[in-house]
């Protein structure tokens, strides 16, 4: 990672992955990519898609949630910069997930719970 | 926080996985002094009381729901973390503003030192822990 916390400004939680693991990082140290490799995922507390993108490449499926419409804005943003196809993101809370039962392989919770 | 266990037992399909990781407050972080050799210890950093609340907070459901045979742990462990920081003023200002560390460095380092190397390279090393846990049959 090359940025400092002087290059991002202040600390805000939402948006400040940079100063956060990237996620090749994260993944490495939980198992390695055939953790997601070809999985239905779900990043909770996604922020502005940090890890959510970092793994889309390796899922069949990434989807990310979070309570704040202004992470949720970055990471759709950055999905469509990216060119990312295989990312979904919707405002939402933990306590009560708008998905089917059964309908992922794997849950993150990076710095959520 | 159970709640939020209880729903992610639901979406998971059987045998799936939850990744629990987050800021390992049971141990502390340090402010570091980068130099030519790697990265020496100037300074200890606390979590925030309150956030020390929450923790203890996420632990006691993470083992409900495992005390509930919901989810099974697969394994476990912890990383460090290093935040850059240009010098010794932007390392404060970011802890000034920081959520879940103390406000303040406990530093190690005397005083005369501290202004010798303030326009060095800092970073502040945390550690960060992780829990895979396998999503198994029980009923929420």
Redesign the interface.
């Known amino acids: 990672?090359s940025?400092?916390?002087?290059d991002v400004g202040?600390?805000v939680?939402a948006l400040a992955s940079s100063?956060?693991?990237s996620a090749q990082d994260?993944l490495a140290?939980?198992?390695g990519p055939r953790?997601v490799r070809g999985k239905r995922v779900?990043d909770?507390g996604c922020g502005d898609g940090r890890l959510a993108l970092g793994v889309a490449a390796l899922a069949r499926t990434v989807d990310g949630l979070d309570p704040d419409p202004e992470g949720i804005a970055a990471a759709r943003k950055r999905a469509r910069d990216e060119g990312v196809g295989n990312a979904r993101f919707e405002v939402g809370a933990?306590?009560?997930?708008p998905?089917?039962?059964?309908?992922?392989?794997?849950?993150?919770?990076?710095?959520?719970? | 926080m159970v709640d939020a266990l209880h729903e992610i037992h639901r979406v998971l399909a059987l045998g799936g996985l939850l990744v629990d990781a987050r800021p390992d407050s049971r141990v502390l972080g340090h402010a570091e002094h980068v130099t030519a050799g790697g990265h020496r210890s100037v300074g200890t950093i606390r979590t925030a009381r309150a956030e020390l609340g929450n923790d203890r907070a996420s632990d006691r459901a993470i083992t409900r729901v495992k005390r509930e045979r919901l989810f099974r742990s697969r394994r476990k462990g912890r990383f460090w973390h290093r935040v850059p920081f240009d010098g010794l003023a932007a390392l404060q200002e970011y802890l000034r503003e920081h959520l879940r560390f103390e406000h303040r460095v406990r530093w190690t380092a005397g005083t005369a030192t501290r202004r010798r190397i303030k326009d060095d390279r800092f970073t502040i090393r945390r550690a960060v822990r992780y829990e895979l846990l396998e999503r198994v049959s029980g009923q929420t």
């Open positions: 990672m940025s400092t916390a002087s202040k600390h939680p100063l956060r693991p994260e140290v939980w198992g953790l779900l909770l933990a306590q009560s997930l998905y089917k039962d059964g309908a992922f392989d794997v849950v993150i919770s990076s710095w959520t719970l």
